[in-house]
Every structure is written in C-alpha cells, then in structure tokens.
C-alpha cells in the first residue's frame, strides 16, 4: 500500500496533460493494475439498489440474447449486475487493468484492452457504458467515438461520471477530466440520433447534489 500511496502522491503532483503519450499510457495501466489490491476505494461489489446500476438496467430494459459492453468495468461489479438481470444475454466486461479482470465474474467476457482502441468489431453490440472510467481516457474525443463505433444502429449508451461544475471536491490523478453536460453532448451527437443527460444522486430518493452525470444515448 506505501508504495501505491506513493505513486499516487507523485500523479497528484504534476500539470494535466494534454495529450496521451506512451509514457503516461503506461503510468495509467499501472496505476489501476496496483490499485487492484485495493479492495476499500476500489471494491468488487456494489449495491444493486444504487441509482448509477439501476439506471443502466432500466435504461436498456431486456436485453433477451443481446450483448452488452462495460467499458472500463474495474473489477465487474456493475457487469455482474446486468448479467444476473439478463441471464440469457452476453455481458463482455473489459478494463485496462488484466488484475481488475482477475475479480470479475467467470459468466462475463473478460477482456483486457483501452477504450481508445476497443478491441471488438464494429456494430457488434446492442448496449454499452462506461461508469466513472471515461475519465480516464485522456483522449476523451478518440474514447466517445470507440465507444459508439462498437454500437449497432438503435442500440444504447450509458456515461456516467463526475460533472466539471464540481471540479475540486475530490483529490484526482492528473491525467483525470471531469465533463460538463454540452461538452459530452456535442460529442455524443457527432455518433447517436438520441442524446439526453440529466444530474443524478447514488440513490434514487435522494436529491443530486450535481456532483454526478448521466449522459443517455440511442446510436
């Protein structure tokens, strides 16, 4: 744990990047592949009741014998929901890091790769989301337009993540962004004929306090 504390202390110092180089590509993996052990900020399990999974599993509905993408899905733990949801379709769980993969469910597809380069055929899912990891993309253009690549015509995507507005509230690494709603939602509609977002709270009864996103999305 030292020795993750302290590359971190080290991330945390230095100027946002503007672009993705090969060395902070690394720096990113291997922070994530450390960060695995991390059980407490980063746990294998959630609540089934907490508002960002409940939406991803209203907003897409019955998948039948569909097949569903979490990008960046850390340790699978929202996978694993939308999977015990729609038993018959195929949820492909897929991270930077192989040690998240390492938690996730046997019953998902687990895939190692980078949302800058999605490592699927085009059109070749009817769902898709990224929960909190697009922020991490640097290349925040090049991930948006992966992400809707892999989708087939008709199909949803689901963005959650932190609102710009609030930037400040938490301690980030440097290469994090946070979005405000118009910034993903041009980006959104160069790809997809539907693009909604709104604020929303860990818990549904619960009013957001702004700190959250949910952009919606219907390529």
């Known amino acids: 744990m030292p020795r993750l504390m302290g590359l971190f202390d080290k991330l945390f110092s230095k100027k946002k990047p503007s672009e993705l180089t090969p060395d902070l590509a690394n720096e990113i993996r291997r922070s994530f ?7 407490e900020h980063f746990p294998s399990t959630i609540d089934p009741r907490i508002y960002h999974v409940k939406l991803i599993v209203d907003y897409f509905g019955d998948l039948g014998t569909g097949r569903a993408l979490d990008i960046g899905c850390g340790k699978g733990r929202f996978a694993r929901i939308l999977k ?6 195929e949820v492909a769980a897929m991270d930077l890091a192989v040690a998240m ?4 469910d046997t ?13 699927f055929r085009s059109a070749s899912f009817d769902a898709a989301y990224a ?3 697009l922020e991490h993309a640097v290349d925040i253009e090049r991930a948006v ?9 008709g199909a949803k995507l689901v963005i959650i993540d932190k609102n710009a507005a609030h930037w400040g509230r938490l301690e980030t690494p440097q290469w994090e962004k946070w979005f405000h709603d ?8 160069r790809h997809c004929r539907q ?5 929303i709270s860990y818990w549904e009864d619960v009013e957001p306090d702004g700190m959250f996103l949910a952009w919606l999305a219907v390529k």
């Open 107 to 119: 019953n998902l597809e687990r895939v190692a790769g980078s949302m800058l380069d999605l490592p």
């Open 84 to 89: 015990e949801r729609n038993p018959e379709a």
């Open 33 to 39: 592949e450390e960060s695995a052990g991390d059980e």
């Open 101 to 104: 993969l390492r938690f996730a």
């Open 145 to 153: 337009a992966e992400m809707c690549r892999v989708l087939k015509p």
């Open 182 to 189: 118009e910034e993903l939602k041009k980006l959104l509609r």
């Open 131 to 133: 929960t909190e990891s």
């Open 195 to 199: 693009v909604e977002s709104k604020p």
